[in-house]
């Protein structure tokens, strides 16, 4: 009976440091593992291409960086398939689907990741092509902006840079 005291007790000061740690970090439950980039890596990604017709969701590679940037060339050129919402891609490429002009076809590759300084946030560099103007978001080097999420990233925002 002793010893089931004593283990109760010790079980229970870990918890309780345990949970410390958490509140001082300013976290209130724990998370789980994140995922991070702390250097730059250049890549000669073959290029990815994909039609509105053909489009299905999900993402069939292991790359948890390439998923998201798909997810988000998938969303534009089809906002209503399976993983398209606000929580997964910028708000502006759902936006309304029967009035804005989307493309029919897209493709890209990756050239670079680049984590930011100073954030957890990491840079996507593609070298991107569509028919369409898409606010000039689809149309040579296109960079997407990602933070983690849980055990994935999410892209937050979409950049465009003048060739």
């Not at 229970?12 to 440091?17: D, H, K, V, Y």
């Not at 890549?43 to 990815?48: A, G, R, T």
């Not at 050129?77 to 997964?88: F, Q």
Request: aromatic share 10%; with cysteine.
């Amino acid at each position: 009976m002793r010893r089931v005291v004593i283990l109760g007790a010790f079980t229970g000061i870990f918890a309780l440091a345990l949970y410390s740690i958490f509140v001082l970090r300013g976290k209130s439950t724990p998370v789980l593992e994140q995922p991070v980039l702390t250097e730059q890596k250049v890549i000669s990604d073959s290029v990815h291409s994909y039609t509105a017709a053909d489009i299905k969701g999900g993402c069939s590679a292991e790359d948890k960086i390439f998923c998201a940037v798909e997810l988000a060339v998938k969303c534009t050129l089809t906002p209503e398939i399976d993983g398209c919402a606000k929580e997964s891609v910028p708000a502006f490429i759902l936006g309304r689907p029967d009035v804005t002009e989307r493309p029919t076809e897209m493709s890209f590759a990756i050239t670079k990741i680049k984590p930011v300084t100073g954030s957890s946030e990491i840079y996507v560099y593609t070298n991107s092509s569509c028919n369409a103007v898409w606010f000039g978001l689809c149309q040579g080097t296109v960079v997407y902006a990602l933070s983690p999420a849980a055990n994935s990233w999410t892209v937050t925002n979409i950049y465009a840079l003048e060739n």
